[in-house]
Structure formats: C-alpha cells, structure tokens
C-alpha cells in the first residue's frame, strides 16, 4: 500500500487540477461519441492518493482555522471536492457500468435497430406525430430498464454523502451548499407559475395547435418537446446550415469573437453516438474550455449555441491569475446559468428574429412569442420538477426512492403527458433544477436591468458585453443571490420573469 499523503490545500488545489482536468477530458470524448466507453475509473484509481478521509479530516481543519472569509470559502470548496472524490473513488466502476449501459441500451422501431441515445435524438426530427409518440414510449421502456441501477447508484451515492458530510437530510445538505432555502424557493416558483396559469393555458392551446397540427391528441406525449422547441414547421426559415454562423454574429454584436478565443475548442460535428444535449465542459478554465454541440435543424440548434456560448465565455473569460478554485469549482450551477440564459435570451428578442432571417415584423413576432412559450413550458416544468425532488429526497431516507408524484406534477404542470418510469432518467444531481430556476429568475432581472440601462437594443450592443466581460473575470466565485444584490434586486423577486412571459403573450399572432 502506498504511503498516506496528506496535502495542504495548496498542493491539494494543484493536483485536484490535474484530476479534473482528465475526468474532464475522458467524459467529453465519452459525451461527443469519440469514445465507446467511460475508463473513469482508471483516473479515480491513478488519483487515489487525493482523496481519504485522513485528507478530508486535513482540509476541514483548515477551513476552520482560516482567518479570511475568501481563504475559508475557497478551502471549503475544496474539502466539498474531496467529499465528491471519496465518493467517486467508491463508486465510479458503478457509474461508469451506468454510463455503459446507456451507452448499449437501444431501441427497435419500424423494424430498426438504433443505439438508445440516437433515438432520443430522433425524436426531435420525426415529422409524424404518431411516430414521434410511439418512438417516445420505446425510448422511456428502453431506459426504464436500468432504473434498478440507477436507484442503486443513487442510494450508494447518498448513503455515502450523508456519513462524510455528517448531514443525514439530502435537502437540508443541498441547502447548506447552496446557502438558500429550496422550500422557499419552489413556494415563489409555486407563486409565478399560478399568476401565469391563465396565460399559459391561452398560449398552449395556440402553440401546441400550430407546432403538433391536426392529429394532436388531448394530452400529447412529453416526447413531443424537443420537436416543438425547435419550432419544427418553420425549420426553413431556420436551418441547421447556418446557425453557427448566424450565432456567431450575434456574439460579435456584443463584442465577443467566440471563433477566435483561443480558449474556447468548439465540437459542432455529428456522430451517432454523440448525446443530442449540448454542453460546455470546463477542462481546465480559462485555458482549456470545450464546447459541444449537435446540430440538428430548426431554432433550438441556435438557442442551444448561444446557451452555450454563454457558459464558454464565463468559463473562458475569468481571470486567470484566480486562484484555480475560483475558476472552476463553485457551490452550485446557478451563477453560470445565469450567463447561458442571458445570451440564450437574445433567441426571444423579435428583432433578432427579424434581423437574421429576413422576416416581416409580424412574423418575427409569432415566432419569438412560439419560442418564449417553450421557454414558458420549460419553466413550469422544471418548477413541477423541483417540487418533485424536494418531495422525493424527503421521503428518500424512508422509502429509498420512488416516482409518486412526478408523473402527475410534471403533466399538470405542462399540459403533456410524462410517464412515473422517466422520473429517474430525468433527475440530475445535486438540485440541479433549483439552480436553473434561480438562473430563470435572476435573467429576467439581468434582462430588465440592461434594457433600464442600455436599451431594448441590449442584445445587440457592447456595453451589454463590456458588463458580462467583468462578471466573466471573477469567475466561480459570487453566488447568483450576490449577483442580484448587485443589480438591485431581492433574488427571489419573480417579477420581471413574470412580466417577461406576460409581454410576449401579449403580441398578436
Ligand atoms: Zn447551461
């Protein structure tokens, strides 16, 4: 057996480094199709000198005897990192098994055999809504069959968290990270979402009328989601050809030149096994920031690129005499969120509608106001879903996990039809649906005051990337409730988000 290193967090803070930047590096070839397995476990295992209770014990100690506030946050940041390496180091040949199941799991539809993941992707493609409801039920029963595995995960995963943590209640654990109050999170959300229930209803009927046409059933499948968000029927006006370089322009209106970063590594190819999810992993920031999307036709290949593009730029912009923590290792997700929703907002400005694809005033209108319902129906969806987990991880030390109540929230709250098998596939860890619901809120804050400060033309002027740039530079470090202080606002003010969807309800179409 090796000898036992006990790092100060220094050296802790250099190797960590080291480590993320591989994890980091082996999921993306795994997430881009590069790569047909996950050899997680190989990194976990070379590292294994960084992670040890006798190290986790070093690190708390530290914390407690830092003296400045920033050197306590920065150390406790790391001692959380170790709590997630120890984990990792016990359960990541279980996670990479998960990872290979998906991977292999397929799906048999009109007589053809397609990895799992290719026909998610399919989904949003198919142009018959009979095809898309029957593909979307084989895909839910072809996954629902490694929920055994991923209840498994999930309760090793816990079990674990709670011992080192000394925590033994996973929501009051993720509250302590997070420092906020998730109950009273989801009650504001709770709030918003019933203001806006009467103008929803309005909206979905035209919507979903116009996006799913004449053979739409009462309550269409959830698998119908991914086809409406791209506005499917109008995938002429918006092509799969030129949206890199329509989103591109767009940076450069708010004096971002994203194609020469030479920190950003974009991956925009189409392989059959790359996930049809777009994201942004963070190597090593501000040097090595990849950014990874799949084209697939329609306004969502835009939307998804600019959302991207937001966390790229984050990533890619701090400042990188930083310490390395602060670059890369946060509480949560909800200050990078708050980025991607920013530049992600532009794709619900008519204007930009009416700029880049040479539509009439009107038409850009109907189709920003078809793709904010989306963004209306995302967001009542992950306000279903937040409930749903609070409930779940309350529960979960007694009964070890189970769908009651996801089907049922999720469909009342979006008006189509989720099925109880999904509700493990479609957890994230950690709350992670609490920290976009705080970027939901805290955008529309953002948004409301670059317009009192700048312009409607927002969007489209350089202050709004001159103000962006600063926050860029402080990288990981402030929370999302820091950056409403900043601007003026009590981060659980729902207003402005409220209004948002109100406004775009409200232009003719
Ligand atoms: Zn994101």
Not at 13 to 42: C, N, P, W
Not at 167 to 183: T, Y
Not at 212 to 238: C, I, Q, W
């Amino acid at each position: 057996m090796a000898t036992l290193v006990i790092r100060t967090p220094n050296e802790f803070e250099a190797r960590l480094q080291a480590y993320i930047f591989e994890r980091s590096e082996e999921a993306r070839a795994v997430r881009v199709g590069e790569k047909e397995t996950s050899d997680q476990a190989a990194i976990v295992a070379r590292y294994g000198d960084l992670f040890s209770r006798d190290q986790l014990d070093a690190l708390s100690e530290a914390e407690q005897a830092a003296g400045d506030p920033d050197e306590r946050e920065r150390v406790y940041r790391l001692r959380k990192t170790c709590e997630e390496g120890l984990i990792s180091a016990e359960l990541v040949e279980k996670e990479d098994a998960l990872e290979n199941a998906e991977l292999a799991s397929t799906v048999v539809f009109r007589g053809e055999t397609m990895p799992l993941r290719a026909a998610q992707a399919k989904l949003a493609v198919l142009t018959a809504y009979a095809d898309r409801e029957e593909l979307g039920e084989l895909a839910i029963e072809s996954s629902a069959k490694l929920n055994d595995d991923r209840r498994d995960l999930l309760q090793a995963t816990e079990s674990l968290s709670a011992e080192l943590s000394g925590e033994p209640d996973p929501v009051a654990r993720s509250e302590d990270e997070k420092r906020i109050s998730l109950r009273q999170l989801a009650d504001v959300l709770a709030d918003a979402v019933a203001l806006l229930d009467e103008t929803y209803a309005a909206q979905r009927e035209l919507w979903f009328g116009r996006l799913l046409g004449p053979d739409r059933t009462p309550l269409p499948s959830s698998a119908h989601a991914a086809y409406m968000r791209r506005l499917s029927p109008l995938e002429h006006v918006y092509t799969k050809e030129r949206a890199t370089e329509i989103c591109l322009d767009t940076l450069k209106e708010l004096g971002f030149d994203l194609a020469a970063d030479p920190n950003i590594r974009p991956d925009l190819d189409d392989r059959p096994q790359k996930t049809p999810r777009a994201c942004v992993i963070a190597s090593d920031p501000p040097k090595v920031v990849h950014l990874i999307t799949r084209a697939q036709g329609g306004l969502h290949d835009y939307q998804a690129f600019l959302h991207e593009a937001g966390h790229a730029l984050h990533y890619a912009g701090c400042d990188a005499t930083l310490p390395y923590t602060f670059r890369r290792i946060s509480r949560d997700h909800a200050l990078t969120e708050i980025y991607s929703y920013i530049v992600e907002e532009i794709s619900y400005e008519p204007e930009w509608h009416a700029l880049h694809f040479g539509l009439s005033d009107r038409e850009a209108h109907e189709n920003a106001q078809a793709t904010t319902f989306m963004n209306s129906l995302l967001f009542r969806r992950y306000t279903a879903k937040l409930h749903f987990e609070i409930d779940f991880w309350s529960r979960f030390p007694s009964d070890g996990g189970t769908p009651e109540g996801y089907a049922q929230r999720l469909t009342e709250a979006t008006g189509l039809r989720y099925r109880p098998e999904n509700y493990l596939a479609d957890m994230d860890s950690g709350f992670y649906s609490a920290d976009y619901l705080r970027a939901w809120i805290r955008n529309a804050q953002l948004r409301e005051h670059l317009i009192g400060k700048i312009g409607e033309n927002w969007w489209r002027s350089p202050e709004t990337g001159q103000l962006l740039r600063d926050l860029f530079r402080e990288g990981a470090k402030p929370t999302s409730e820091e950056i409403a202080e900043r601007i003026g606002y009590n981060p659980l003010d729902v207003r402005p988000l409220v209004a948002r969807f109100e406004e775009a309800a409200s232009w003719s179409a």
